[in-house]
């Protein structure tokens, strides 16, 4: 079993900017692959970006140039740095992983086996 704990959520101004965490524990695998998507009201959960073991990341388009993850393998961690924020952004955001080695990560909801319990991100115009 693997926990995921996230943090950072809140509340922001658009153009403003957040940081979320997830620490994962348990039966980590240090190969594996973490991820954060969101899901809005009404809306299926999406894909937001993830990062392979080795660094290898991609990200949606919808936050390409403004989201950047990160990680650190030793304190299996996983931050989203999250600029210039917009109002379309609101939603729960929630930590992925995956304990299978990627050489590019998932952006498929159904990859991905543990799940954290999400952290709100509301971004006012």
């Known amino acids: 079993q693997v926990q995921l704990v996230e943090s950072g959520g809140g509340l922001a101004q658009a153009g403003g900017s957040l940081r979320l965490s997830c620490a994962a524990s348990?039966?980590?695998?240090?190969?594996?692959?973490m991820g954060w998507f969101r899901q809005a009201p009404g809306k299926e959960r999406e894909f937001v970006a993830a990062?392979?073991?080795?660094?290898?990341?991609r990200s949606h388009t919808a936050v390409k140039g403004r989201f950047t993850i990160s990680r650190d393998n030793a304190k299996n961690t996983v931050d989203l740095q999250m600029n210039s924020l917009k109002p379309e952004d609101t939603a729960v955001y929630y930590c992925?992983?995956?304990?299978?080695?990627?050489?590019?990560?998932?952006?498929?909801?159904?990859?991905?086996?543990?799940w954290g319990q999400g952290t709100q991100v509301t971004v006012s115009s």
């Open positions: 990062i392979t073991w080795s660094g290898v990341s």
């Open positions: 348990g039966r980590t695998l240090r190969t594996c692959t």
């Open positions: 992925a992983y995956k304990g299978a080695v990627r050489v590019v990560p998932s952006d498929d909801t159904s990859d991905y086996d543990y």
